[in-house]
């Protein structure tokens, strides 16, 4: 079975801070996992996906990933904070080979004050 | 490229009516697409999984003779609430999986649902 934890519901940095979403997942086999962002009132974007080949996995946006087998997380980080990334981010996996459906966290929302 | 929509992106429809909703694949072809369901301010729901020429894979506690879903091309799936109700009220949020690139979905821009 597959699981996803993200933690914390919500998270709010200053404009220009670092932005950090964790996200722990639990696979009985190699996972695929991904972040996803939604916007109010709209379908999800794929912002990065990790598919066993770089643990360092660089998206659209500016965001980034690492996929760290030991602790078994997927964190989502951005260096710099934009007013535009508030929105809801989801970190969702899938295997083996990504061939299975998407099992998804519970997604934080990201706050961006100014 | 990998452009899904839905339709219709809003609908309020009477309590005990029916409700169509379309999703498509515009640029690729789309073997599996899936339905999930979104209530306020929570994740998705996978309701069920849909493949081309078959049926249906509904997930557990998902009424298939509720939310009626058909796949008869490689571009269009449908769900279908019936005799809808208000708390069928929701966001629903399709994806396809485009069958050249298989562990990747491409999501709908979804649809919102009210019953009144």
């Known amino acids: 079975a597959q699981s996803v934890t993200q933690l914390g519901s919500h998270v709010s940095v200053s404009e220009g801070a670092l932005v950090l979403l964790r996200c722990n997942y639990s696979?009985?086999?190699?996972?695929?996992l991904f972040w996803y962002v939604q916007y109010p009132n709209q379908g999800l974007q794929l912002l990065l996906k990790y598919t066993s080949a770089a643990t360092l996995v660089k998206g659209i946006n500016g965001f980034e990933a690492e996929f760290k087998k030991s602790e078994t997380s997927f964190h989502l980080t951005k260096p710099s904070a934009h007013m535009s990334d508030a929105a809801e981010y989801f970190c969702a996996v899938a295997g083996p080979k990504g061939y299975n459906k998407l099992i998804f966290g519970a997604g934080t929302r990201l706050a961006v004050h100014p | 490229g990998a452009v899904v929509s839905q339709h219709p992106s809003r609908v309020i429809c009477k309590s005990g009516t029916s409700v169509k909703i379309e999703c498509r694949s515009l640029d690729f072809q789309a073997t599996t697409m899936f339905w999930y369901r979104q209530f306020p301010k929570k994740s998705l729901m996978l309701m069920a999984t849909?493949?081309?020429?078959?049926?249906?894979?509904?997930e557990q506690g998902v009424e298939k003779d509720k939310f009626l879903i058909n796949h008869a091309s490689l571009t269009l799936s449908t769900l279908t609430v019936t005799s809808a109700h208000p708390e069928d009220s929701s966001f629903y949020i399709c994806s396809a999986r485009d069958r050249g690139r298989a562990y990747e979905q491409y999501f709908g821009p979804g649809t919102r649902l009210t019953v009144t």
């Open positions: 696979s009985s086999v190699p996972p695929y």
């Open positions: 849909s493949n081309e020429g078959s049926k249906a894979t509904y």
